[in-house]
């Protein structure tokens, strides 16, 4: 029986780099897809603000959500939850489309069963029907679910712990 023979140092290198690069490749378009598919998210412009003075207790707090990407969004509500709680629920929005350069408003109350809730973001489907939410503690977006046809709304409710609740 013979030795195994391993091939010579200029062929180890290709074989590394040829590896190397289709590795970097496959990043690269990987990373890509995922800044195409948030590009229309991010167009998606949110805030908040109470009814009445800023001071006082108002009865329900207010979301607008405005669409200024090329295309439509979905399903769009609030996120609300209690203030020692860490479970976060949905309020929906009446309307189930935004079209492009439309704006929507979300009225949140401030006592959902007898509790005191704070508002803790949006969310919203793309028109690719990927769920998105916006976090208002630090305004990021994140993706939370594959495409509304494959995924149950129970959950949906699940997958948006991450995002905190901020404002009271």
């Known amino acids: 029986m013979t030795g195994i023979e ?6 180890w290198l290709s074989a590394i780099l040829t590896g190397g690069s289709l590795l970097l490749g496959f990043y690269i378009l990987l990373r890509d897809r995922r800044k195409e598919e948030r590009l229309d998210a991010s167009k998606v412009v949110a805030m908040y603000y109470p009814e009445g003075d800023e001071y006082s207790q108002a009865s329900r707090v207010r979301v607008v959500l405005k669409n200024t990407a090329d295309r439509p969004i979905f399903f769009p509500g ?3 939850g209690e203030k020692k709680g860490k479970r ?3 309020w929906p929005c009446k309307e189930d489309v935004v ?3 439309e704006f929507v408003e ?3 109350p401030r006592q959902v069963e007898g509790k005191w809730v704070g508002i803790a973001g949006v ?3 793309d028109a690719d029907g990927c769920i998105w939410a916006r976090d208002f503690s630090d305004f990021s977006l994140v993706r939370k679910g ?4 494959t995924r149950k709304p129970r959950r949906r409710r699940r997958a948006f712990r991450r995002v905190r609740v901020t404002a009271w």
Do not use: I
Request: no cysteine.
């Open 6 to 11: 391993w091939g010579t140092a200029p062929a």
């Open 78 to 80: 609030a996120l609300y």
């Open 88 to 90: 976060l629920r949905g």
């Open 99 to 101: 079209e492009p350069g």
């Open 106 to 108: 979300v009225e949140v």
């Open 123 to 125: 969310y919203f489907h």
């Open 146 to 149: 594959k495409p509304f046809p």
